[in-house]
């Protein structure tokens, strides 16, 4: 099994504009600009960087393929949250739905070139629904009026993304859901929390409902796209030290999956494609 603390770290994004996508994150999430240098921005809360834009001039989006779903945002609290919320509406961001999925309150929208974003907040573990022993997320409706009225949303000063803000999760897209289950699951060594038939598995480390969702909605069999296409570059899934990461590292060698060395930390491609970072701990 996986380190019950590993987490996933910063996600790496190929955009279009830098300028477009920094006013975009800065203004209608929140994000801080940490750094900026050679057409990649590092953006966070409290100094942490969380997303990592690197501009492709022209670069479009490709349909049909694997890669990002959605990556989202884990806020502290259902105030950080209501704030956010406020956020979207006081700057007419568009959403593209909402939902109560019993473990947590999630908001869903994209940015400026397409990529998905879910911000959420966690209900304590000891709220979240069971059936038969088994964690069950639902797609309840969010009660938006709820939310917008939580006691201290509607107090000014409070701008940008507060600690600790994470990354809590990331969906992908991938081309066959079985080898998904094999790599993540099997090698890597995450729980599989919840599967949704033959098109969906939610997987984690610690039981959390999940660190990364996995999907065949692009299509069973769908491609990786293309170079320097719109989307995921990579995410980091962070382990607690260099120790805990080598044995991870250990099972992928043993299962006759390349790593590749790189800055902070191995590369590793899942079977659609996906490219994870593995770490470990902050850097």
């Not at 909402?98 to 397409?114: P, Q, R």
């Not at 299509?219 to 991870?248: N, Q």
């Amino acid at each position: 099994m996986i380190d019950p603390a590993t987490r996933i770290g910063a996600v790496h994004l190929t955009i279009a504009s830098l300028d477009r996508s920094i006013r975009f994150y800065q203004s209608r999430l929140g994000f801080a600009v940490h750094r900026r240098e050679k057409g990649t921005a590092w953006l966070g809360a409290a100094g942490q960087d969380l997303l990592v834009l690197t501009e492709e001039p022209g670069a479009a989006r490709s349909h049909g393929t694997t890669g990002l779903y959605h990556f989202a945002i884990l806020v502290p609290s259902r105030l950080d949250l209501a704030r956010s919320l406020r956020r979207l509406v006081s700057t007419e961001t568009a959403m593209q739905g909402a939902a109560d999925h019993g473990v947590s309150e999630a908001l869903y929208l994209a940015d400026e070139d397409g990529n998905g974003i879910e911000i959420y907040r966690d209900r304590p573990r000891s709220e979240w629904p069971y059936a038969d022993g088994r964690l069950h997320m639902g797609t309840d409706p969010l009660d938006f009026q709820s939310l917008l009225d939580e006691p201290g949303a509607d107090r000014d000063g409070e701008e940008g993304l507060t600690a600790p803000t994470v990354i809590g999760h990331v969906h992908l897209h991938v081309s066959h859901l079985e080898a998904a289950h094999r790599f993540y699951v099997d090698v890597l060594g995450m729980e599989p929390m919840q599967r949704y038939g033959p098109s969906a598995l939610f997987v984690s480390a610690g039981g959390y409902h999940h660190h990364v969702g996995l999907n065949t909605w692009a299509g069973v069999g769908a491609p990786p796209p293309p170079p320097g296409a719109i989307g995921l570059r990579y995410f980091e899934v962070a382990f607690g030290d260099t120790t805990v990461r080598e044995s991870a590292v250990d099972r992928l060698q043993a299962a006759g999956i390349a790593t590749a060395s790189a800055e902070h930390g191995l590369s590793v491609r899942d079977p659609a494609g996906n490219t994870i970072l593995l770490t470990s701990g902050r850097h």
